[in-house]
């Protein structure tokens, strides 16, 4: 029982940073066409005042997406472009802007 | 007059990108010291939650700084780091990352 509890344990904590992996870098790809105008071609902005993404954190992005458009974090350009996406496509954006 | 007006423009123009470059660098990396233990000593943060800051645009830098320290942007761990800073602090801070 102590063994299967064990077990038990250990699944979920091996569970956890399979499932953050399993994002989609290419969905991910085709769905930052839409980010490109402001953020750049490969995740390197074209304005001082706009971050660049490229080698970003996956968590840090995610996070700040979900912010965007929950609107815990409010920005005039990111709270419109943040409010359609799923909470798939934040996590395929983040893999794929930390990719870069 | 026509030539003094174009001269005054363009004065204009080149000290705003100077001034913009007059951040103090190594003054940045100094006030870093309290920043590197969740952002790293080079700018690559320890945690997939916490930004790179290494490379980043000094200009969104400085505004997330400053949004921060004015409270247009609420972190629990950020507010309170940005509260004492000046805008010089913020400045040389923004210059130090953005030079990694």
Same mark, same amino acid.
């Not at 077990?7 to 490109?36: E, H, N, T």
């Not at 943040?82 to 954006?93: Q, R, T, V, Y």
């Given at each position: 029982?102590?063994? !299967?509890?064990?077990?038990?344990?250990? %699944?979920?904590? #091996?569970? #956890?940073?399979?499932?953050?992996?399993?994002?989609?870098?290419? *969905? %991910?790809? *085709?769905?930052?066409?839409?980010? *490109?105008?402001?953020?750049?071609?490969?995740?390197?902005? /074209? /304005?001082?005042?706009?971050? /660049?993404? *490229? %080698? $970003?954190?996956? %968590?840090? !992005?995610?996070? $700040?997406?979900?912010?965007?458009?929950?609107?815990?974090?409010?920005?005039?350009?990111?709270?419109?472009?943040?409010?359609?996406?799923?909470?798939?496509?934040?996590?395929?954006?983040?893999?794929?802007?930390?990719? #870069?």
């Amino acid at each position: 029982m102590n063994n !299967l509890v064990k077990s038990c344990v250990l %699944g979920v904590s #091996l569970s #956890l940073p399979l499932a953050a992996q399993a994002a989609d870098i290419a *969905a %991910g790809k *085709a769905k930052a066409a839409s980010c *490109a105008g402001c953020h750049g071609a490969n995740g390197i902005s /074209n /304005n001082p005042m706009w971050p /660049n993404l *490229a %080698g $970003q954190k996956a %968590g840090y !992005l995610a996070k $700040q997406l979900r912010a965007f458009r929950d609107g815990t974090r409010q920005d005039p350009m990111m709270t419109p472009m943040a409010k359609p996406l799923s909470d798939a496509d934040i996590e395929n954006l983040a893999a794929y802007y930390s990719s #870069l």
